[in-house]
């Protein structure tokens, strides 16, 4: 079993930068890939970035190449998420989610078993 607990979300103007955190604890050998994810209002959750064990393997949606870097401190159990350049359709509840086997390139939410409750991000100006 695995406990999520995300938290950094906020408001902030387009352009702008944010910093999400998300701490697990629990059974690490569910922690092999972490990642986040999100969903608007009406729209489908969607993979947003995901990193292995040791960090050397990351994958990011198409949308946020460039913009967002994810990350990861093992030593906390806790995995980051950069985001930068903000923009209005970045707007969404972000969750962080793990699984024990490795990470896909796909990013598929329906791969990932251990959830948090999700922050909200909101870009406007």
């Known amino acids: 079993q695995v406990q999520l607990v995300e938290s950094g979300g906020g408001s902030v103007q387009p352009g702008g930068s944010l910093r999400l955190s998300c701490a697990a604890s629990g059974s690490i050998y569910a922690m092999n890939c972490m990642g986040w994810f999100r969903q608007a209002p009406g729209k489908e959750r969607e993979g947003v970035a995901v990193?292995?064990?040791?960090?050397?393997?990351?994958y990011y949606a198409d949308s946020v190449k460039g913009r967002f870097t994810i990350s990861r401190d093992n030593a906390k159990n806790t995995v980051y998420l950069q985001m930068n350049s903000l923009k209005p359709d970045d707007t969404a509840m972000y969750y962080c989610?793990?699984?024990?086997?490795?990470?896909?390139?796909?990013?598929?939410?329906?791969?990932?078993?251990?959830w948090g409750q999700g922050t909200q991000v909101a870009v406007s100006s």
């Open positions: 990193i292995g064990t040791s960090g050397s393997t990351a």
């Open positions: 989610a793990t699984r024990r086997l490795g990470c896909l390139a796909t990013i598929n939410p329906e791969l990932f078993v251990y």
